[in-house]
């Protein structure tokens, strides 16, 4: 899991601190969310069968629809985009799905959970074959010779092995170690369309080389010509088929503006007094929410993004005693506080909005409302109202999660500060919950399970009520 801590001020806590972990019985619950997999990926494909789709798996299909694996690529004719995608919504709203999310990047990945159990599954519809606008394979090419197994149909073998081969060299650079195996074995059984195959991408003499390295397990050889390959390929597209490959450029720009403009990831703010146990819930819902925002694109940070460096800020020792040292003059503390609305404005463009545009979840634990909360933490002598007038200007996270506890289980937990700052500090969390409109509770007093299913299901509830304003348009 990539976390990022933009602004020390504290170490993270370790897993286990705060709320502790609930021993349930994983074994079974796994079991029965792979129940649940197998209904929506059945449904799914005896759906578009009887619409008359034409579908096929790319990879990743040997254990389907037992097993999905992180999601599920699926390839249809660009005609029948559009249709797959609401064959595919009706079809997981009638067994009790959700779509939740959806994101146009090469494929349109479309996201659905089960509100009982917050299970989640993606389903990427490949409608081309392409590289940054450039065509690797034909879509209709690879769906004529498609192969049917049971529900569903899967490209011919060297299609297949084609595609494992350069998508990931292509985009990366390097061939994915599981899929070196198939690749190499399918181009020993039959060269002669490995090499014709290739030959339309990059050229015969390129197309050779690749394959006899293939044939021996050479991918350090074939890595090295990824350079090659990605010129050869811009060079014969726009040689070959110039006005495809324009249209294509341009439908990609469109696409990257509109997720630009809307992206399709996702900002959560955890806030709760000392002791509510806001990292190891933060640990938790990074991992929960795992099949919908994958942790690799995601941030975790805290307090604020780090912009300005006045401090090496990541070298400080965890915080023991928040209100240890004397608050700043007013004015001191004004333009401190401006200082810090400047690096919550910048950090949110460079830090949070590259996430958001790869569909990542940016996760704070705190946020700029702890300076209206407790404002002695920051060593501020400023208002409330002046914090809330100043930062309502700045874009606001898409929820806010409190997690609250009867006082007395918060300092059971820590005892940072006086019980009567705990009390204190509780209430004014409560109170900023009832003010924010994106705002929820949740109850932080119960297992870490719990509480981590009850914030998910938040998190979900947020993004499905996103998602339909979305398609009401």
């Known amino acids: 899991m990539t976390q990022q801590h933009l602004a020390s001020g504290k170490a993270p806590a370790a897993p286990g601190r705060g709320v502790q972990p609930h021993s349930g019985n994983e ?42 694996g992180n999601d599920i690529d699926v390839l249809v004719r660009s005609e029948q985009l559009a249709q797959a995608e609401a064959v595919l919504v009706s079809a997981g709203a009638q067994i009790g799905y959700v779509l939740h999310n959806r994101a146009e990047f090469s494929p349109v990945s479309l996201f659905f959970f089960h509100p009982e159990s917050c299970q989640q599954i993606q389903f990427d519809l490949f409608h081309c074959l392409n590289w940054r606008g450039f065509m690797l394979l034909k879509p209709e090419a690879v769906l004529v010779q498609r192969r049917q197994v049971g529900l569903f149909a899967i490209p011919q073998p060297t299609h297949e092995a084609v595609l494992n081969l350069v998508t990931r060299l292509i985009y990366h650079g390097r061939v994915r170690e599981k899929y070196k195996f198939g690749i190499a074995t399918v181009f020993r059984q039959d060269p002669a369309t490995a090499v014709a195959v290739l030959a339309e991408l990059f050229g015969q003499p390129l197309a050779q080389v690749v394959t006899q390295f293939a044939q021996s397990e050479a991918w350090a050889g074939i890595e090295k010509l990824a350079r090659a390959m990605r010129r050869q390929l811009v060079f014969r597209r726009l040689t070959r088929q110039p006005i495809r490959t324009v249209v294509s450029l341009l439908r990609d720009a469109k696409r990257l503006a509109g997720r630009l403009w809307k992206p399709p990831g996702m900002t959560v703010v955890l806030l709760g007094a000392d002791g509510c146990g806001k990292s190891s819930v933060a640990a938790g819902l990074m991992a929960s929410l795992r099949p919908t925002f994958n942790p690799g694109k995601g941030l975790h940070g805290h307090w604020k993004p780090m912009v300005l460096p006045l401090r090496r800020r990541a070298e400080r020792k965890p915080t023991t005693d928040p209100h240890a040292q004397p608050p700043r003059g007013r004015v001191a503390s004004i333009l401190v506080l401006v200082a810090h609305w400047l690096e919550y404005l910048v950090g949110e463009s460079i830090h949070f909005r590259p996430v958001l545009f790869r569909n990542g979840l940016v996760l704070m634990d705190r946020y700029h409302y702890d300076f209206a909360v407790d404002p002695r933490r920051y060593r501020l002598q400023v208002s409330p109202g002046l914090v809330q007038a100043l930062f309502r200007w700045l874009p606001s996270p898409d929820l806010v999660l409190v997690l609250d506890a009867p006082t007395e289980v918060l300092r059971a937990r820590k005892q940072e500060v006086p019980e009567p700052e705990t009390r204190r500090q509780r209430e004014a969390y409560r109170a900023l919950a009832e003010q924010l409109p994106n705002a929820k509770i949740v109850n932080c007093a119960q297992p870490l399970e719990a509480v981590v299913r009850e914030a998910t299901g938040y998190v979900l509830q947020y993004l499905a009520a996103r998602q339909a304003r979305c398609r009401k348009r």
């Open 27 to 68: 074994a079974e619950r796994r079991a029965s969310d792979a129940h649940d997999l197998t209904a929506l990926v059945t449904a799914a494909f005896e759906a578009w069968r009887r619409a008359g789709v034409e579908f096929l798996i790319l990879r990743n299909y040997e254990k389907l629809p037992r097993e999905t």
